[in-house]
C-alpha cells in the first residue's frame, strides 16, 4: 500500500497522532468561516457536499449530512449507497468551512469504495469540500487511528479538536475516515460490531487553509 504506514493499536489503547495539529506546509490565509466563534453542533444539515481528494483519486463524492455519530446505523446505510456521510448533531460535527471537526466517513472495500486509497495519504495533500457555493480547502496534517471498543478513542475520533476531547476549537478541521479491515484482518483481529465495522478505523486529519467561491 502506498503513503505512511499505519500501525494498529491494540483494542482499548488510546490512539496517537502522528502530526495532527500541526499546521501544513504555507498555507494560505485562512478565511473568514475558520476564525469566528465556534459553530452550533446541533443544527439540523440537509445540504449534501462534495468532496474531492486529487492526490488519490476521488472526485465529486457525495458526502451526505445525518443526525447521528460516525459508523451508526444511519451512517453505515449511506455508506452502503456508496456515498460519504457526514455525522452532526451532539456526538457528531460541525459543517464544512465551520470551527470544529468536519467527520466525513466512507467505505474502503465495499459500495465502490470510495476511500480505498485513504490510507495512502500523506501531510500536505489536498482535500476539497464544495457546499453552498463555496470551495472550502483542507491540508492533511496526520493520521490517527480510532478504536470501536475504546469509549476513549471515539471521543477522541469525534472529538471537535481530534485527538483531544473536551479542548475548545479554534479553527476549522477534519475528519476523513476509513475502516483498517486489511489491517486488522492481518493481524488476526476478525472482531466485528453490529453494522459488520472492524475494530479500527484509519482517520486523516487535516486543517482548512483556505476557501473560495465555487
Not at 451532539?90 to 466525513?104: A, F, Q, R, S
Not at 489536498?126 to 491540508?139: A, Q
Request: net charge negative.
Amino acid at each position: 500500500m502506498a503513503g505512511a504506514a499505519v500501525v494498529v493499536l491494540a483494542a482499548g489503547a488510546p490512539a496517537v497522532a502522528a502530526g495532527a495539529g500541526q499546521p501544513p506546509p504555507a498555507p494560505a490565509a485562512v478565511a473568514g468561516p475558520s476564525t469566528g466563534p465556534p459553530s452550533d453542533r446541533t443544527g439540523a444539515r440537509s445540504e449534501t457536499a462534495e468532496l474531492g481528494i486529487p492526490s488519490i483519486g476521488v472526485r465529486d463524492l457525495r458526502v451526505v449530512p445525518y443526525e447521528g455519530t460516525t459508523d451508526d446505523a444511519p451512517g453505515t446505510r449511506i455508506q452502503d449507497r456508496g456515498a460519504a456521510a457526514a455525522p452532526y448533531g451532539e456526538d457528531g460535527g460541525v459543517g464544512p468551512g465551520e470551527v470544529g471537526n468536519y467527520l466525513v466517513t466512507a467505505h474502503r472495500l465495499s459500495a465502490g469504495g470510495p476511500f480505498r486509497e485513504l490510507p495512502s495519504l500523506d501531510e500536505g495533500d489536498k482535500v476539497l469540500v464544495t457546499e453552498g457555493g463555496t470551495v472550502y480547502e483542507y491540508r492533511i496534517t496526520g493520521t490517527r487511528q480510532t478504536s470501536f471498543r475504546s469509549e476513549r478513542s471515539l471521543a477522541e475520533q469525534r472529538a471537535a479538536v481530534p485527538g483531544e476531547p473536551g479542548e475548545k476549537p479554534s479553527r476549522a478541521m477534519i475528519t476523513l475516515s476509513t475502516c483498517a479491515t486489511p489491517e486488522d484482518d492481518a493481524a488476526g483481529n476478525f472482531w466485528r460490531d453490529a453494522h459488520h465495522n472492524p475494530e479500527h478505523r484509519i482517520d486523516k486529519i487535516g486543517v482548512l487553509v483556505s476557501s473560495r467561491p465555487a
